[in-house]
């Protein structure tokens, strides 16, 4: 039995959403299949244990694009975005602690305290990474010029490349230092503090199974600043309800729109038929057939997963085969009966409201990496915890929180052939007790916690290695290279076949952009290219 539509949408993420909201405002008919019994991908907000509920895997906002948000009217259906009072809160060794953010004025008081030539330096670091996010922020709703596209590649590599020959020559410097040069490298240039330093040196380790030392990490700490919270660029923020919250508004508006949502609906492979994507198989036997097959899941899923190697080029596949991934994340969700209270800053104020990081320096964050190569993981990890229930009270009863641990610098594969099911326990213990060593006391007020070794993440979101980002984001994997040089532009290497999720430009993060963008090309490559183009 099979049923056909304009489009199939394999996940139900928040791009796979995007993407049908744009296909189906031009009038395809949409059918979303989603693997889990939730829709959002990712981006889902749970209950995991009685009472309280969380933002499972992704926990922030910023990235997510303003177009898609006006678009999809998302304000109109509830979306709500609390911007953090400032941005971080680093405790440091000494039992002295940082914080970032919260205006220029109050950042650069902060930063007097440990270096007075750090605090004067500021404004123009912010100047210089500005220059660069705005372009960045340009791109992101770009396609990538299509590498073998003849005249057409040539003259969109053009047109995007016109903003960086625009600059100055100091900045089109600060452009190469950000997309070549260690993360360390880029900020010694700029800073002497290395409190300092490690306040922005932590986004380069953000997603990135890497050393601060590793060239290309400092584009890392460029991807997490060209994002936005409520019209104010670089801010980062929580969205009330969880991230869930975001993705059930976007699922609520493409169902009124006409897309079908199947939920618990695996895929098991994409059908082809004379060298084209005709449609979907379920783990269930039944045929979806469709004239377009959207992949909202990662490239390695996708093509080493869900296709056949003889349906696909043997380059392609070799390259598909070499696409690295693996974030290096560990994802914990706890119950708490009382807030954290740390050493160097007692009592209840803004941090609570803040990502706290430990992660102290630059060498601490090299040696979690290190340290994760040799054994797995860190004793001494990186550490961002975040605590909306502090600023959302539908998350838990009364009197009691729910806080993120995001964690970085844990192996996707373990070495020695040890697994993640044995071990998972055992690194969540060294997680709550590097939190314990800052906030006395913090063990005792755990009711619960949910752990997601980077297998954990891989069997529940199908994030193959973990990889938040669907990706690495390394120089050879971006842009009009991402995923394979050749198909960066949302087109897959069979007709009819489409990528829309973060294995496409611009890359990890919740931002709508590749679903935005995937629809765009299909319709450009569809009869109803028109009805895109008028509404824009």
């Excluded at 290497?493 to 935005?516: D, E, I, Q, W």
Aim: aromatic share 8%; proline share 5%; glycine share 12%.
């Amino acid at each position: 039995m099979s049923t056909s539509y304009d489009a199939v949408i394999i996940g139900g993420g928040h791009n796979g959403l995007v993407c049908a909201f744009y296909l189906a405002r031009a009038g395809y008919r949409v059918r979303i299949l989603e693997r889990r019994d939730v829709v959002g991908g990712a981006a889902v907000t749970e209950e995991f244990h009685p009472g309280f509920r969380n933002s499972t895997a992704s926990y922030t906002v910023s990235l997510l694009n303003p177009k898609v948000i006006r678009d999809m009217k998302l304000a109109d259906h509830g979306y709500r975005v609390v911007e953090r009072p400032i941005s971080n809160f680093l405790p440091q060794p000494d039992g002295g602690y940082l914080k970032l953010g919260g205006g220029l004025a109050k950042t650069q008081a902060e930063f007097r305290r440990f270096s007075t030539k750090d605090a004067d330096t500021l404004p123009a670091y912010y100047d210089a990474l500005e220059v660069v996010a705005d372009i960045l922020r340009d791109l992101v709703l770009k396609s990538p010029p299509n590498v073998g596209d003849g005249m057409s590649m040539i003259v969109d590599a053009l047109k995007q490349g016109r903003r960086i020959a625009g600059l100055e020559l100091e900045q089109q410097r600060d452009v190469l230092d950000l997309f070549t040069k260690s993360a360390r490298g880029f900020l010694d240039s700029w800073f002497e503090s290395d409190a300092v330093k490690a306040a922005f040196g932590f986004d380069a380790v953000v997603g990135n199974y890497a050393s601060p030392d590793t060239p290309g990490s400092a584009y890392v700490l460029l991807h997490h600043v060209f994002g936005e919270v409520n019209g104010k660029k670089g801010a980062w923020g929580h969205s009330v309800g969880g991230m869930g919250a975001i993705t059930q508004i976007m699922a609520k508006v493409v169902s009124a729109m006409g897309v079908e949502i199947s939920l618990g609906t695996p895929v098991a492979s994409v059908l082809v038929d004379g060298a084209r994507a005709v449609g979907v198989k379920l783990a269930s036997g039944e045929e979806v057939m469709g004239r377009t097959v959207i992949a909202n899941v990662g490239p390695k899923l996708l093509y080493e997963q869900m296709m056949a190697p003889a349906d696909l080029p043997a380059d392609f596949v070799k390259r598909v085969k070499a696409f690295k991934t693996g974030s290096g994340t560990f994802r914990m969700n706890v119950a708490l009966d009382a807030l954290p209270d740390f050493t160097c800053l007692p009592g209840v104020g803004e941090h609570h409201q803040s990502g706290i990081i430990i992660a102290p320096t630059l060498d601490y964050m090299d040696r979690a990496f290190m340290d994760a190569k040799r054994d797995g993981w860190s004793t001494q990890p990186i550490v961002e915890m975040l605590i909306p229930s502090t600023i959302d009270e539908t998350l838990a009863p009364a009197g009691c929180h729910v806080a993120s641990l995001f964690c970085q610098q844990f192996a996707p594969e373990l070495p020695d052939g040890r697994s993640w099911d044995d071990e998972r326990e055992a690194a969540a213990d060294d997680i709550i007790a590097t939190v314990e060593a800052h906030a006395p006391g913090f063990t005792k007020s755990i009711i619960a916690r949910q752990i997601h070794s980077p297998l954990d993440l891989e069997r529940k979101f199908g994030l193959i290695g973990g990889d938040i980002m669907h990706g690495n984001l390394t120089l050879d994997q971006m842009w009009a290279a991402r995923p394979v040089l050749g198909h960066g532009a949302y087109r897959g290497p069979v007709k009819g076949l489409y990528m829309c999720g973060s294995g496409t430009h611009p890359g990890g993060g919740v931002t709508g952009a590749p679903g935005h963008n995937a629809a765009r090309e299909i319709l450009r490559d569809g009869s109803m290219w028109g009805k895109w183009r008028g509404r824009g």
